[in-house]
């Protein structure tokens, strides 16, 4: 049997706790634009703005200081973990300006359900 990367790769992204958390909080987004009026944002004034301006449309994205303030862990860890699921395709990053903005890639999760469904 050949070995296959990418499914290892995408395996040992989600078989970190933190990552799934990561995931689902991305899969519970609301749209960046309708979000202002019920979350609390911590940072400063400007980054309010840029949040009209998310990258990725109307799918639901998060910038990484909102995934950073959800999941309550630094913003070095934030990125390790962003970094591993961007790699293994399960994520999407879009930079505007200073922001970085996150979204699931739903496809690519699709992908490995079925992957794993027939391979197991």
Known sequence: MPIDTTLDRTLY???????RRILLTLKQAVSPASSLAVRRV??????????????????????AGDIQERM????????????????????EAVKRGQWRWYR???????????????KL
Do not use: Y
Not at 42 to 63: D, I, T, Y
């Open 42 to 63: 911590s940072r400063p004034p400007h980054s309010q703005a840029n949040n009209s301006q998310a990258p990725l449309g109307k799918n639901p994205c998060l910038c």
């Open 72 to 91: 309550r862990l630094s913003q070095p860890t934030i990125s390790h973990h962003m970094a591993i699921l961007t790699k293994a395709g399960l994520v």
């Open 104 to 118: 699931r890639n739903e496809s690519a999760i699709r992908r490995l359900i079925k992957t794993l469904r027939n």
């Open 13 to 19: 992204a989600i078989s970190d706790l933190t990552r």
